[in-house]
């Protein structure tokens, strides 16, 4: 029997006088909420009363998670700056409490440790961690709009010193557990099937000052001298300056909260955050990345009760058609690749055993892993195997006439039921949904770029489109780990007409003499995640102009017709598969291609009008944001998504400035009539695209 029980809490007495402080919140992860903070609160006072009891250790009952500190749910009911402080207050309790129990604690890191689930493995007197891939420290605060309000900030100072401790405070760092140890926030290393107990916990006592991690050379140098810290804290300001988009204030605070420790010590910095948390909690950057969250989570917690599919087929070898492979492969799926000739299908082969191999040396498979998924991905040249599939992803890309062929062959090999989904976003389900003898299983998925980095997958249906193929899908997705909106796809979809008119309006600034860098700065300093031209270069100059046409009868102009999209496919410059388009990218780096700056400069510099960096960027960030809020509302009205809750969801998963809320919430806390009033000026200044749609103008009048 447990000496302590709670719904999410326990205490179990190990023997030899040590107590197991077990947390266990529901689900995949352990959340941290006011409950289970209360819990713990709890557990720990009975703890500090019982004489018998020498040593207190903290370990989690998931294999994969330590804890992942507070959950968006936990968050939802605070809507005021008293409610942020009592919550703050309350985990600062218990984390003092963890530091001032009478036993040593030692937190056992088993999986993720993030959040506040860190700031309560800092509160303990020692740290041991699982020395296996699933195992990270690091703080998520900024990811919701806050900062760490438990402690943490002093205490990660203590540890880690002040330049890593601004590394992971501000610069979102993630630590491994053989990081962690080097960087002094883990005391010890275990094997994940060791049966031998850690030292700190044979040898247990106290933490004292002698106890505290040896410092490097160079933080020996910088920190223990005030003009050093101060050098570090600019550097810091610096870099946040270049990199924090305006409005988002949490970043700020938490760089007064560390300069308040250093000049004034601990308990001055807890206060200054602890009512920093009411301005930060209750400010549209923290609601509107909260809703995110909840929005996020819901529709994943949707996702994840389809059923999913487990034989795949792709045809073709191109990088988001390997990157899906080998991902079904991990998954636990039976993939059979299928590619025209033995030369490209080997070439192929050679890639995925690559990219599988990385995946070994980076530690995060282990060899009897990578021979399984290896084993599960079956080439070939013909249609062996295809009789047993139950979603065929067509990846291919060529002539249409081939393509049709294609399609038909393709068909007369698959099981009735089997479900047949295009990602390529360029070519209409209109266009070959006829061709099938069962159109409705035919459906669309659109991957937004970066390739396998986007959380996103949108799922384009036709009309004639099942129920049974959107569900397929949209498991498939799911079970990768991403997030499906379903979007009509005869109105060009979602994405591509929201993204595709900033990028339309984008060429109309470079041919107005806007240099690229500029506009790029400006989305940057908007929020946006990814500067439009950077999309541009990810997904593909070509690609750009093949769905050009599909777009244009909706955007009401064609990008493959400007003068900007024909010198770079004249030049072959065509973005990230050749190397180069608005920038040249060498591995994961990227630098701006000073030979389209200079053509540009001799093109369309001359139509510029003069103006201040200052009046450039609310330029900038009025023409491009103000066509794609209108294009969104353009979409809900044309009925491509079901509410404006889907596409703010989709933008902003894609890239969309999250702190701002999306697309339409932008528009709903800027205001409907000031949204139409500045459409209206643009328009006046720079013609009919601009004009206010319907949809948005009838909410103006609500």
């Not at 031998?196 to 020996?220: H, I």
């Not at 980076?362 to 079956?378: D, L, P, Q, W, Y």
């Not at 900038?620 to 209108?630: D, F, S, T, Y």
Request: aromatic residues 6%; glycine residues 8%; proline residues 5%.
């Amino acid at each position: 029997m447990a000496f302590f029980q709670a719904q999410h809490v326990w205490v179990e007495e190990a023997g030899d006088g040590v107590a197991t402080l077990v947390l266990d919140a529901p689900g995949k992860a352990n959340h941290l909420n006011r409950t289970v903070l209360e819990e713990l609160d709890q557990a720990l006072i009975r703890i500090e009363a019982e004489p018998r009891f020498q040593l207190c250790v903290l370990s989690s009952k998931k294999t994969s998670s330590f804890c992942h500190g507070a959950a968006a749910a936990a968050f939802k009911d605070l809507q005021t700056p008293d409610a942020w402080e009592a919550f703050s207050a309350l985990g600062q309790r218990v984390c003092d409490r963890l530091t001032q129990l009478r036993t040593p604690t030692v937190a056992l890191i088993a999986g993720a440790c993030l959040g506040g689930g860190l700031e309560l493995a800092l509160a303990c007197d020692w740290r041991v961690a699982v020395d296996k891939p699933v195992t990270q420290l690091g703080f998520t605060e900024l990811e919701w709009g806050l900062a760490p309000s438990w402690g943490g900030i002093g205490r990660i100072l203590h540890l880690a010193g002040l330049e890593r401790g601004l590394h992971m405070l501000l610069g979102d760092k993630k630590l491994s557990a053989r990081e962690a140890q080097r960087w002094g926030l883990v005391d010890e290393l275990v094997k994940a099937d060791s049966s031998e107990p850690p030292l700190c916990v044979r040898q247990a006592r106290k933490r004292t000052a002698a106890d505290r991690p040896r410092r490097t050379w160079r933080q020996r140098l910088l920190e223990s001298i005030p003009w050093g810290r101060r050098l570090m804290l600019r550097a810091a300001e610096r870099v946040l300056r270049r990199r924090v988009p305006d409005d988002m204030p949490a970043p700020w605070e938490l760089l007064a909260a560390i300069r308040v420790h250093i000049q004034h010590g601990d308990a001055a910095a807890k206060e200054h955050v602890h009512a920093a948390m009411g301005r930060l909690g209750t400010s549209a950057a923290c609601r509107n990345l909260l809703r995110l969250k909840l929005l996020h989570e819901e529709r994943r917690a949707a996702d994840a009760a389809l059923p999913r599919p487990k034989n795949i087929g792709i045809l073709g070898a191109t990088p988001l058609a390997l990157h899906l492979a080998t991902q079904a492969a991990v998954k636990g799926c039976h993939v059979v690749l299928r590619e025209k000739d033995e030369l490209t299908l080997g070439m192929a082969s050679l890639r995925l055993v690559k990219t599988l191999q990385d995946e070994v040396t980076h530690g995060a498979m282990t060899e009897e892993m990578f021979k399984s998924n290896v084993n599960r991905i079956r080439p070939t040249v013909s249609w062996k195997g295809f009789d047993e599939l139950e979603l065929v992803i067509d990846a291919t890309h060529g002539a249409v006439e081939a393509e049709q062929r294609l399609l038909r062959e393709l068909e007369s090999q698959v099981p009735p039921e089997a479900v047949i989904a295009c990602v390529r976003p360029w070519r209409a389900l209109a266009g070959w949904q006829p061709l099938l003898h069962q159109p409705g299983r035919a459906v669309g998925m659109h991957f937004p770029p970066p390739v396998g980095r986007s959380p996103l997958v949108e799922v384009l249906a036709a009309p004639a489109t099942s129920e049974h193929a959107i569900r397929c899908v949209r498991g498939f997705a799911a079970m990768l780990g991403k997030t499906t909106v379903v979007a009509q796809e005869p109105s060009g979809g979602l994405v591509q007409r929201v993204v595709g008119a900033g990028i339309n309006e984008a060429l109309h600034l470079l041919h107005e003499g806007h240099p690229p860098e500029r506009l790029e700065h400006a989305m940057h300093r908007f929020g946006m995640v990814y500067g439009l031209l950077e999309l541009v270069d990810w997904l593909g100059v070509d690609e750009i102009v093949l769905s050009a046409d599909r777009l244009s009868s909706a955007l009401g102009e064609s990008a493959a017709e400007h003068p900007v999209v024909q010198h770079l496919i004249e030049q072959r410059w065509l973005g990230v598969k050749s190397g180069i388009g608005f920038y040249r990218h060498r591995g994961s780096t990227q630098t701006p291609n000073r030979a389209l700056s200079r053509w540009l400069r001799r093109s369309f510099a001359q139509k510029m009008t003069p103006m201040s960096a200052a009046e450039h960027q609310k330029h900038v960030q009025m023409r491009l944001i103000g066509r794609m809020v209108n294009e969104a509302f353009r979409c809900l009205g044309d009925g491509v998504v079901s509410s404006s809750v889907e596409i703010d969801l989709a933008l902003m998963l894609v890239g969309w400035a999250p702190h701002r809320g999306g697309p339409c919430r932008y528009a709903e806390q800027t205001g409907y009539a000031a949204t139409v009033e500045m459409l209206e000026q643009l328009a006046q200044r720079h013609g009919p695209r601009y004009a206010a749609c319907s949809t948005l103008r009838r909410m103006s009048n609500s």
